[in-house]
């Protein structure tokens, strides 16, 4: 499936809007349309787009992209989820900054740091706009942890067709977070690794 140009539109606003960011602002899209445009098989078109960054950046990102913001930056939780969030509307996709996001699960926990998955994050040209991606590795453990099957295989699948490309970040993940022995284990069937 490709990316539907709506959200692409979308994708490409906000990316020329994050370009007057400070130069080392760091910042990447992840989700459904990063999966998509990873070439993950996805069964539905993205309903929302999903910008991830580390707290040091989030009230620059935030600020740039504050004539389509329905509210303000801040503390978000739920059972499993903590970070800082914000809501915006773009071109008829609701878009949202996602800054110091935890997951924590029975499972595991995972603290995304986004700096750190940078330098594994693949970048993609869109109608002039360069994007970077948040690399699979993060999205695989995300969706383990949050027992997402339909979106955990695809992404496995994808995977192991580049491993020397995906697992560098993956290693990262697992070094860096507290992962039940039992999904390093499922990680580790799922990748072939």
Avoid at 1 to 6: A, F, I, R
Avoid at 61 to 71: G, H, K, Q, R, V
Avoid at 148 to 168: G, T, V
């Amino acid at each position: 499936m490709k990316l539907d140009d709506n959200v692409e539109y979308a994708i490409r606003v906000m990316a020329g809007k994050l370009k007057k960011a400070r130069y080392d602002t760091v910042w990447l899209l992840g989700g459904s349309s990063g999966l998509l445009l990873q070439g993950v098989d996805l069964s539905r078109q993205p309903r929302d787009i999903d910008v991830y960054t580390d707290s040091k950046d989030a009230e620059e990102i935030y600020s740039l992209l504050n004539d389509f913001a329905t509210d303000k930056l801040g503390p978000s939780e739920t059972e499993i989820y903590s970070s800082r969030l914000a809501h915006f509307h773009i071109a008829g996709m609701p878009l949202e900054l996602v800054s110091d996001f935890r997951i924590s699960t029975a499972a595991g926990s995972y603290h995304v740091n986004v700096g750190a998955l940078f330098p594994y994050s693949p970048e993609v040209g869109l109608g002039g706009c360069k994007v970077r991606l948040m690399p699979l590795a993060h999205e695989l453990v995300f969706n383990v942890l949050r027992a997402r099957e339909d979106r955990y295989e695809p992404i496995a699948a994808r995977m192991k067709q580049a491993p020397d490309q995906y697992f560098p970040a993956l290693e990262l993940i697992v070094e860096d977070n507290r992962l039940t022995p039992s999904v390093v284990e499922q990680i580790s069937r799922l990748t072939e690794v």
